[in-house]
C-alpha cells in the first residue's frame, strides 16, 4: 500500500487541497473525490490502514437503487417490491414476499414478517411511463451533474467530470396555481443552469441540460469516473 508522503506527494502533484494533520484515509478520501486513480498513480494497493495501523473498513456502498439498480431489480422480481407484480390481471396470491436480508429481531425467523402484497413497491425500479403526467422536483445546491465533452459548451477537458448545481431557474407545476407564492416549481428545462466543477479546474459553466450526461440527486452517494 502507498505510504502517507507517497499519497501527500501525490495529492500536491494534482493540485488537491488536504490538511496538514489528514490520515490516510482521508488523503485516498480527498484524491478520490478529485478523480484520482490511486491504484493507477501509484501502482499499488489502494487500501489504506487507520490510525491504529489496522486495515480500515471498506466503505459503504450505499443505497443499491442508486449504485447497482440491475442487482436490485434481480433481488426483487417477482415479489411484493416488483412493479410487475402490481399489473393488472396479477393474482395477490401469486405474488412471493420480499427475499430477507440479516437477522431479524426476534427468534421466530423470516416467516413471521412476510410482506403484505398490499405493501409498497420499489419506486426505483418503476419505469418512465409509469410516472406518467408527474414531475420532478428542481435541481438546487445538493445535486450534482457529469458533463458532456461532446457538447459545444463544454471544453473537451471536462468531459466526464462532475459539477456541483449553482444556479438553475424554475417555472410553476403544470398542475399549480400560479398565484399562490408557495405553489410547487419545477425546472425550467429551456433555461441553462450554472455548475461549477469539483476539481483542480473549478470552473463555472452556463450550460443547457443537453450538455450533462448524467444528473445526481441529494449529494454524491458513488464516486463518478472523471476524464
Do not use: C
Not at 203 to 224: M, S, Y
Amino acid at each position: 500500500m502507498p505510504t502517507k508522503q507517497e499519497l501527500q506527494d501525490l495529492a500536491d502533484e494534482h493540485g488537491v487541497e488536504v490538511s496538514s494533520g489528514a490520515t490516510k484515509a482521508e488523503l485516498v478520501d480527498a484524491l478520490k473525490e478529485a478523480g484520482v486513480d490511486v491504484l493507477a498513480e501509484t501502482g499499488e494497493d489502494e487500501d489504506v490502514e487507520d490510525e491504529n495501523g489496522e486495515e480500515a473498513a471498506p466503505a459503504v456502498a450505499g443505497d443499491a437503487a442508486l449504485t447497482d439498480p440491475g442487482a436490485l431489480a434481480a433481488r426483487f422480481e417477482g415479489t411484493t417490491s416488483d412493479p410487475a407484480t402490481r399489473e393488472e390481471g396479477t393474482a395477490a396470491a401469486d405474488v412471493g414476499a420480499d427475499p430477507a436480508q440479516g437477522d431479524k429481531p426476534s427468534d421466530a425467523g423470516a416467516e413471521a414478517y412476510p410482506f403484505p402484497p398490499g405493501g409498497d413497491v420499489e419506486v426505483a425500479l418503476l419505469s418512465k411511463d409509469a410516472n406518467e403526467g408527474e414531475w420532478d422536483a428542481p435541481l438546487n445546491v445538493e445535486d450534482w451533474v457529469v458533463l458532456d465533452g461532446s457538447h459545444e459548451d463544454v471544453p473537451d477537458r471536462l468531459d466526464g467530470h462532475i459539477a456541483s448545481v449553482v444556479k438553475v431557474s424554475t417555472v410553476p407545476a403544470p398542475d399549480a396555481d400560479p398565484g399562490n407564492p408557495n405553489a410547487a416549481r419545477v425546472l425550467a428545462e429551456d433555461e441553462p443552469i450554472t455548475v461549477r466543477t469539483r476539481d483542480e479546474v473549478n470552473a463555472t459553466l452556463v450550460i443547457p441540460l443537453d450538455a450533462v450526461k448524467e444528473v445526481g440527486r441529494g449529494g454524491r452517494h458513488t464516486l463518478q469516473p472523471t476524464g
